[in-house]
């Protein structure tokens, strides 16, 4: 291969969308600009993005391809690259996948953080399985994945792409989510421990993943997005670093670099981050490809993008993502600012990653045997993730599920009746009539004789209340109001975006998204106006929160009847909440980050380190509530944990009347130990079904998952000490659980 | 010496005020606690706040010594220990020092905070020397001072201790600190480049000085006091320990090793940081003393006391401070926790510090030559700190100065007419009649047409606005209002205090100050009323804010003719606001630290990462006022900067009609650069005074401590490199100012 041959794999310049257009007879061309990039590198690398379909890239039904036609175009453009290819080398088609392939048609799942909720990493997995063989029979290569970053701040608008603010549940889910879209194909990291293969082929309905983001993204400062991060390394280690690890462990395809900082160095530059850790230390064999643009970040320091792009390649990138930077490398192995050797070995990864997707031997997709899976099984899976994500905050009044006596409901609210705005960010518009709000839901499966009255109320943002009073007149009429709130982090025509596709004006009602940081953590004004208004009624008030991030909103706990929160749960959201509600489901959703009762009292984690504080001269300093917290309409009990070598048994009993699912959580506190401990630290959590009256002893066993710990000098292993396992329902329960003690000896 | 006289020279367990108590005929006795703690050792290595007086010890005038009998107090309780001693070892007598000496009697000045915004190393180093003398004539020796904790979130309640955001101006003013209370007495630390002698006596005038707190404090999270950190050691590296390093080199003879963890352990027992930083690295040789049960805090992973201060003494900590650990050393060594070799390291600390202070040759005050410092003379200086600490932020209505024609003044507010609040934590009670509210200042200072008029209108605290009405009235009759707001550290005897003095609960009218952290940096909600009120009324209305960090009153920036900070400027505060209301003095301070607009906001810093970023979707992400902003009643223009080799000119001159005072302030952003750089980094400053229409050329010398970074592996140098210089009157107006560019090869 030439150097130029060679640059050309590692460049993933182009928008998708810009490769191709749609002819008068509804079939696709392609454009000036594929063949300008094809013919400036004789060939191509990666595209990203082809099949996208948002209001960044103005594609839309009538312009973008969707689920029956999207593999001929891929097809087309991958025959156009192997013709201009002197190798006969094609391209990867990189497709945005972080909650199901964000094209046309592609199912949505609910987002990261609802995934978080359900703490169920084995459905998890079949739904990420699903979105994969989507992907794969529409063409599309490799999944771009949201799952390293950490919610630690909850300001931050891509809190949503979270799986909550914990390692091991992040891990966990990582873990699946790698499963279930890769298959089974060997870990391409830890090679000493796995002693695996690591170039396994996958299967034509499998795709390999890039994480993202790698590492501490979640950190930034001020929940601002892409900022700097002041994030030290044992935080980065304890915190941000093991859902990554588990990911290279369970056999991560690729990594995506971060924009954040991390001790000095933008990821996409941080050498001691890409190959000292990821590379030598955890034996990474997979890709690294840079965030949109931030190679060109670099040029901030190296004065050009030629220089940029060398720092980044020397760092450990291998493959950029829109950047300049990297359209320069051939100059810059002639000006001798890289290696060519590490060019090559970059290229060697590339052609690793196509080689064990079979793209040479069957670059298209009419070669393979994929088909499509069934829409109908996307549909429920996505609605089960809905479901096992629904979180009962309270309910003092008792007033859920929905009683049958209850006979006029008000489903009010600016997120009731529409399902625009649950679906998360990235999202491709949707064919009309797909999914379900909350009052098509209701209306659904409500008895027959219910009457449910909708109003609107106001606008998810701004404080228009003209409409607030006929909503509280529903509310007075009514036995009970549902009242639906929270954020959105839907993007309309109108947003202007940056170059790498982040908001930069948050219009509409948008709050929330890449972009979109808030800094108050409040609804719109009129939601709460519409809040205290229909609480005042008497009328008892179930709110709903559909949201990306835990909203500040003390007065929900306060006035309401019963509270929960959906997070973004996807088009089938209302369906899945709708069957909590009236008790044809149980609520099963425990909360993956703490729930603030303001700005002000940020940060609040459980997992802090241990430190007596008493609270604010303002404000408790405490959650308002607790990581791992969720209701259910029964009721749990939990026995003394025993301890027998290195596992812990717990006999946890259904105390109630109706079936249910608990979460037992598995937290440990460290006593004697080399460093500062947590307060608590999850390490592991089971999901276990109980019927009424039903006990069960659940079992964990104690590895180096649980025990393991970051040492003085941030070696990570399990180190001697004495710790206590505390098994209970959340974090704050977990406080006063009683404890068995284990110790570990050198 | 036997292993418990050794063990004794490093404890530090009583408090002062329990070593004594009044006889009836108006003298002291000693009291049996003082017996059994020097019968314990065989004497007393050191005794804390023999003189301090304050709520937490219930020490006042009735019971307390005064500056008249308080050094016959010391020597009473030097000679019992003398006697017990069978080496015939003096006690070190700690006192606070935190802004001027916290006993009866003492000058207190403003604040760090305060200091800060003087920007003026030359005053508060005179301030510091008037300090330590009050401090030695009285039988103190040891100063414990407030300097290193750098105010990185406002919710903390010792911002005020703080001299700023700024490692720059902390670093200038901490050795402007040592410098004033030492004097000249050689470097204890780096050896090398100081080259001078390290074992100095003391002047019997001036005092050594334990610089707290080793080290970022200022840095735990969500500004809650001594809470944990998740500081990185490069944050640590470039914004912490600037201001200790300085202090050391400067010759500081201790410093105090701080309640938080950095990088996993805290200080008191972080090796790496109190041995491997402050001793080897740095080459410190003096003392470093526990904050006050920071020892016991470690038997948290110790599992008891013994370990825990064998813990802290094999880290590098000397001298203990109220806590059990320390006193058991003596079974430590035998139980082989920690080597005898590194108690008598210890020891040797201590016996060194009293003989570089000439105890074992003169250990009574009746001894030494010092006589009181003129308290006149204590008064002009507290007084000049308060005047220059004034900032003007804003003066839309070019009210001020107050003219002549202004006749019918309204002096509201809760601060306006009372001295107690502006005096800052640590505050011994003052005698009747000391210091000067805003109120007395002007009805002293005003013109004799003058009608001024006074209402209170609310509580610094709580929502009662049943005063309002009265305070508006008399508003709405005046030509001018000047409403003074603010927070107060001032204890009453209601509060309840932890074993190490922090505000348990904070009662009463206090919200800032040790263990007062206040998460929404809000103003008490009557206050907020009472600005509203007033300014309704049409009258120009000046605002002066008395506080101890910046709060979050947006409202007076919108609704305020003009706005002022005062911080906590000292008993004679109110004198100094209002020579500056009315023209009798410039306002000349400066900003310490950035103004936020809200907590939602913070962290606010103008020194952060270089990262573009716009703002929140409902708040900007920049500060209200900018760190080094402050207004005078002239206007000033700066030149560009001229540079020849590594020193730098600009010429500025006074374009207005008044005499005034610039702090021009340099500040770098670094180009080409190793590591990721941040926007802006003050690294000079020059307080210029400057007649109208008078040009001066200043001059700024480039040397190591202009241009050193922390570099890739946290190694401390003058890099290669290319970056700006700027020179302008605030971190905002450098954004603008045209640069020169400056090459550093390698």
Redesign the interface.
């Known amino acids: 291969m030439t150097l130029r041959e060679k640059a050309g794999q590692l460049n993933q310049r182009m928008y998708g969308w810009d490769a191709y257009r749609r002819t008068p007879d509804g079939g696709f061309e392609l454009t000036e600009a594929l063949y300008a990039e094809t013919e400036r590198f004789a060939g191509l690398g990666a595209l990203y993005g082809l099949m996208r379909a948002d209001a960044w890239s103005g594609v839309d039904h009538s312009t973008g391809p969707g689920s029956g036609d999207g593999a001929a175009l891929a097809d087309l453009v991958q025959r156009h690259v192997m013709e201009r290819s002197r190798l006969g080398i094609p391209a990867l088609f990189v497709e945005e996948v972080p909650h199901g392939h964000m094209a046309l048609d592609g199912t949505v799942l609910p987002v990261n953080l609802a995934v978080g909720a359900t703490w169920d990493p084995e459905l998890y997995e079949r739904a990420a399985a699903h979105a994969a063989a989507e992907l794969r029979a529409r063409g599309g290569h490799v999944a771009l994945v949201s799952a390293l970053d950490i919610a630690r701040d909850p300001?931050w608008?891509r809190t949503e792409e979270c799986f909550g603010e914990d390692p091991s549940l992040a891990a966990r889910l990582t873990e699946a989510l790698v499963r279930g879209m890769q298959g089974e194909v060997g870990a391409v990291g830890e090679v000493a421990e796995a002693g695996e293969a690591q170039d396994g082929l996958f299967a034509d309905d499998k795709a390999p993943v890039v994480l993202k983001h790698f590492a501490g993204q979640g950190?930034t400062?001020?929940g601002?997005?892409?900022?700097?991060s002041?994030?030290?390394?044992?935080?980065l280690h304890e915190i941000h670093l093991p859902a990554a690890r588990a990911g290279v462990r369970a056999g991560a395809a690729a990594v995506m670099a971060a924009y954040n900082?991390v001790?000095?160095?933008?990821c996409c530059g941080n050498r001691a981050l890409l190959h000292g850790l990821l590379r030598e230390s955890w034996g990474f064999r997979g890709l690294v490809m840079a965030d949109g643009l931030a190679v060109d970040r670099l040029a901030?320091?190296?004065?050009d993008k030629v220089a940029a792009g060398a720092l980044a390649l020397n760092a450990g990138v291998d493959l950029s993502l829109w950047d300049e930077g990297f359209t320069h490398l051939e100059e810059a192995v002639e000006r001798g600012l890289v290696g060519e050797d590490v060019l090559d070995a970059a290229v060697a990864r590339v052609l690793s990653l196509k080689f064990r997707l079979g793209l040479f031997e069957r670059p298209y997709s009419a070669d393979r045997s994929a088909q499509p899976p069934s829409p109908d099984r996307g549909r429920a899976l996505s609605t089960a993730l809905a479901r096992a994500a629904v979180t009962l905050l309270h309910d003092d009044g008792g007033v859920l599920p929905i009683r049958p006596g209850v006979s006029r409901i008000a489903v009010l609210g600016p997120h009731a009746a529409t399902t625009a705005h649950q679906l998360g960010d990235y999202t491709a518009p949707q064919r009309p009539g797909t999914g379900s709000s909350v009052l098509d839901g209701l209306r659904r499966l409500a008895p027959e004789n219910a009457d449910i009255r909708h109003a609107r109320g106001c606008a998810l943002t701004g404080d228009d209340r003209s409409d607030i009073p006929e909503a509280i007149a529903v509310a007075a009429a009514s036995d009970l109001a549902v009242l639906v709130l929270g954020g959105s982090s839907a993007r309309t025509s109108g947003t202007e975006f940056g170059a790498n596709g982040a908001a930069?004006t948050?219009v509409s009602e948008?709050?929330c998204g890449e972009g979109?940081?808030?800094?108050?953590?409040?609804l719109g004004a009129a939601q709460h106006a519409l809040l205290d208004g229909v609480t005042a009624t008497g009328t008892p008030t179930v709110v709903v929160l559909i949201q990306g991030r835990p909203h500040a909103v003390p007065e929900a706990a306060d006035r309401a009847a019963a509270l929960l929160t959906a997070w973004y749960p996807g088009p089938w959201g209302g369906e899945a909440i709708a069957q909590i509600l009236l008790g044809r489901a149980e609520p099963t959703g425990r909360l993956p980050v703490s729930v603030p009762r303001?700005?002000?009292?940020?940060?609040v984690h459980y997992n802090?380190?241990?430190?007596e504080?008493?609270a604010?001269?303002?404000?408790s300093?405490e959650p308002l509530y607790s990581f791992g917290h969720g209701l259910s309409y029964t009721s749990f009990a939990y026995g003394r944990p025993r301890l027998a070598q290195r596992t812990v048994d717990v006999d946890i009993t259904n105390t109630g009347q109706r079936h249910g699912r608990t979460v037992a959580q598995l937290y440990i506190r460290?006593?004697?130990?080399?460093?500062?401990?947590r307060t608590l630290e999850l390490r592991a959590f089971q999901g276990v079904d109980l019927a009424p009256g039903e006990q069960r002893t659940v079992t964990f066993s104690l590895g180096a998952d649980q025990l393991v710990q970051?040492g003085?000098d941030l070696e990570t292993g399990v180190l001697p000490g004495t710790l206590e396992i505390r098994v209970a329902e959340s974090a704050r329960a977990a406080l006063t659980a009683v404890p068995v003690v284990l110790r570990i000896d050198e």
Chains 1, 2 share one sequence.
């Open positions: 300001r608008g950190a400062v001020g601002r997005n892409s900022a700097e002041e994030l030290g390394l044992r935080e900082e001790d000095g160095m933008p901030r320091i190296t004065g930069l948050a948008m709050t979109a940081d808030l800094a108050g953590l409040r303001s700005a002000a009292q940020l940060p802090h380190k241990d430190i504080y008493g604010y001269v303002d404000e300093a460290r006593l004697l130990t080399p460093v500062w401990p970051v003085a």
